[in-house]
């Protein structure tokens, strides 16, 4: 399995199946300007409907997210022979395989990232977990990190390839169209939001030395200004990991991510952007644990 094989990594791919709509925080579900002159973009309730400009600014960016997901995605691939070991029939779980298991998922980290996870289903579905916030943060649209970020994600094997990937989707060019400059960082007066946190997961193909997990994740994506075009939104998605055990670890082969299953929204009154800032700086993340 690939970028470019037949679990949503093709060039024809959407944006509800594809390895790269929401990495980075760059999926732009909704786009919402100031209610008026001084607005802040986050002082009202969401209204029903958008206003013209809005939208011309939402197409802008999915135009563009499109173009970097279908250059992301050129090139070869490897086939994905799928292992049907123990575990891969894809059954409804049981409602105690849903519960948590109590087990501390690692005591080590390979820089940032957790690291050293448990050779098991339970192990696996924490690995997937936490390499679902790295895929999904801010620092991957950072060329100084995100090289980082891949080597301690995904298998040795396809760590050149996918880094020469996200290198070309995330150009200067990109960040620019989306407000950050070439190191991947806001405008002054600005704060860029990528923060993922995962609902819960489930094994849906599993043997000895290859597991498949899906995480069902939320998460908040945008810029916090008061000038800002793109205010910080929130939005949920599943992300599927193909896990390979590399010998002392679990790491990532390959993944695809589609949209929800999202909940209603309510009709709670949006932070203003310092709030979100300040709550961005302030409030650390997490191990994920099974």
């Known amino acids: ?31 919402r300007l100031p209610d008026g002159e001084g607005g802040d973009g986050y002082s009202a309730p969401r209204r029903p409907a958008r206003a013209s400009r809005s939208l011309v600014t ?12 279908a250059f992301a995605n050129m090139g070869g691939g490897r086939g994905g022979d799928k292992d049907n070991g123990p575990g891969s029939s894809g059954s409804k779980p049981e409602a105690a395989s849903t519960a948590a298991t109590g087990t501390k998922p690692v005591t080590g980290k390979n820089g940032t990232i957790p690291s050293g ?7 696996a579905q924490s690995a997937a977990a936490n390499y679902a916030v790295a895929l999904v943060s801010a620092d991957i649209l950072k060329p100084a ?12 094997s396809r760590a050149d390839e996918l ?20 190191s991947g960082n806001a405008a002054t007066g600005m704060t860029y939001v990528s923060r993922t946190a995962p609902v819960g997961t489930k094994v849906t193909e599993s043997s000895g030395s290859s597991t498949t997990v899906d ?6 994506f945008g810029t916090a200004g008061v000038s800002s075009t793109n205010p910080v939104s929130n939005d949920w998605f599943t992300m599927t990991l193909k896990l390979q055990w590399d010998g002392s670890d679990w790491k990532v082969d390959s ?20 709030e979100i800032a300040k709550a961005v700086e302030e409030y650390g993340g997490f191990t994920y644990a099974r």
């Open 215 to 220: 995480v069902w994740c939320t998460g908040v």
């Open 117 to 123: 996870f448990a050779h098991d289903e339970q192990g």
């Open 58 to 69: 939402m197409a802008g960016v999915v135009v563009l997210l499109i173009a970097a997901i």
């Open 1 to 31: 399995m690939s970028l470019g094989d037949d679990n949503g990594y093709g060039n024809d791919s959407g944006r509800t199946d594809d390895a790269y709509s929401t990495i980075g925080g760059t999926r732009q579900t909704r786009t």
């Open 145 to 156: 990190k995100r090289a980082e970020i891949v080597r301690q994600v995904f298998i040795p």
């Open 163 to 182: 880094e020469t990937k996200f290198n070309r989707a995330y150009s200067k060019e990109f960040l620019d169209k989306i407000g950050l400059d070439e």
């Open 255 to 274: 993944f695809s991510q589609k949209e929800g299953p999202a909940p209603v929204n309510t009709d709670r009154t949006a932070s203003n952007a310092d």
